[in-house]
């Protein structure tokens, strides 16, 4: 009995997580959300192949969360972006890819699962000039190769006609 309760005691991680992050600061100035059901993203006027069809399947919503930076609150960025680091540092955490530079922009990718069934990808982008964004896309059994597959479907999506104008106006 005194094992289990050590086990239970031991397993629960009571740091910081991804989740709580988001749920800690949606509210707070500089901050905005969006929560994003796939099925807003129209593609019905665009032809997938059948990859991209199982990908776009198997991707339940995306949760964005952005940090805009100004001068007045650089600070406040730099805080924040290196809390969100220190929690994708968890090994909980699979990195798929990192890019960019110190002048652009950076970003990385990290998922949670196996790379054939993929439950969440992490996004966390950032630029000095403009802030950061976490996006985090949930699914179920997502699969890497698919999701990349998509990559070139994004581009025809008319973001226009969606009430995500802020949203892509973040990454102009």
Same mark, same amino acid.
Do not use: H, W
């Given at each position: ?18 989740? =709580? ?11 905005? =959300?969006?929560?994003?059901?796939? #099925?807003?993203?129209?593609?019905? %006027? ?11 399947? #198997? ?5 964005? /969360? ?12 730099? %805080? ?7 929690? /994708? ?5 699979? %990195? ?5 530079? #110190? =002048?652009?922009?950076?970003? /990385? ?5 196996? @790379? ?27 699969? @890497? ?14 973001? %226009?006609? =969606?009430? /995500? ?8």
């Amino acid at each position: 009995m005194l094992v289990l309760i050590v086990t239970a005691f031991l397993s629960c991680n009571n740091g910081p997580t991804l989740q =709580t992050y988001y749920v800690d600061n949606e509210l707070k100035p500089n901050f905005t =959300t969006y929560d994003v059901p796939a #099925s807003f993203i129209n593609v019905d %006027e665009i032809e997938l192949t059948d990859q991209q069809k199982k990908a776009y399947k #198997s991707v339940d919503k995306l949760n964005v /969360l952005l940090f805009k930076a100004d001068e007045a609150n650089s600070k406040a960025y730099n %805080e924040e972006l290196a809390k969100l680091k220190s929690i /994708l540092k968890d090994k909980k955490y699979d %990195e798929l890819m990192r890019g960019g530079n #110190s =002048t652009d922009g950076k970003f /990385l990718v990290k998922f949670l699962g196996e @790379v054939e069934a993929i439950d969440e990808v992490i996004i966390l982008g950032n630029a000095n000039d403009k802030g950061f964004a976490v996006v985090r896309i949930l699914g179920d059994d997502m699969n @890497v190769s698919d999701l990349m597959s998509l990559q070139t479907v994004m581009d025809k999506i008319k973001f %226009e006609d =969606t009430d /995500l104008t802020g949203l892509t106006d973040f990454f102009k």
